[in-house]
């Protein structure tokens, strides 16, 4: 019996925060306050796709299509817990944070997540 592959969805994440990394260092240069609100930006965007591409893609084929809905369900609760989470925890825990370069990060990684996976499913 044959089934489709899962798709290398992890790719598109390792790709994404390596070009993070490399957004940083070079902010780096620049500001390290805005570096490191880049790089938080991106991390609290990044984790929780991550989180959710695990549940998303945990089953496969047409017979576990039950289980396919509910572990996108949680996968996607837990990613919005997760990234509510990472505001409330970067605001708190860190006094200096460039919103604008933290939310710009954050914001960003979304069509780079989306051109990524895009390419990699093709």
Known sequence: MTTI???PVYLASL???IALI???VV???FDTIIACSVFLGGLNQ???QVWFAYFAFKHVGANQTHSI??????GETGKV???ATGFIAVFVLFEQVNIIGFMFA???MIPLQLFLVAKIVK
């Open 46 to 48: 990044l984790l929780p």
């Open 27 to 29: 902010v780096f240069w």
């Open 106 to 108: 954050f914001v960003g």
């Open 81 to 83: 817990l997760l990234a």
């Open 22 to 24: 490399i957004v940083s």
């Open 5 to 7: 592959p899962k798709p």
């Open 15 to 17: 790709i994404q925060l």
């Open 69 to 74: 809905v509910s572990s996108m369900y949680r």
